[in-house]
């Protein structure tokens, strides 16, 4: 186990090892887009196709994130929308 794995445990032991799993997975996709020097937004159509899932799921999943305070996400509406996300990891 990490020291991550072991530090969201210890903060948030009541969220899933699914949920751990899915914010681990975004902050490693999120890091090597920033080491690539490209700006870190994940689009709902990238999550569907690295996580093999529909769009409900993918909300579901993103919802989870939110609600256990892993992830800081800013919404943006409209055709082809994407969440942006800025922060994965324990927030607050």
Not at 11 to 34: F, H, K, N
Not at 35 to 60: H, L, Y
């Amino acid at each position: 186990m990490t020291d991550l794995v072991r530090t969201l445990l210890a903060r948030r032991p009541y969220v899933s090892e699914g949920t751990l799993l899915d914010c681990l997975e975004l902050a490693e996709w999120l890091g090597l887009r920033i080491a690539a020097g490209i700006v870190p937004e994940i689009t709902t159509a990238e999550m569907m196709t690295r996580w093999q899932c529909s769009q409900s799921t993918v909300s579901r999943r993103i919802a989870a994130l939110r609600e256990h305070q892993l992830l800081e996400v800013t919404d943006h509406p409209g055709p082809g929308a994407y969440w942006a996300v800025y922060r994965v990891g324990p927030v607050g």
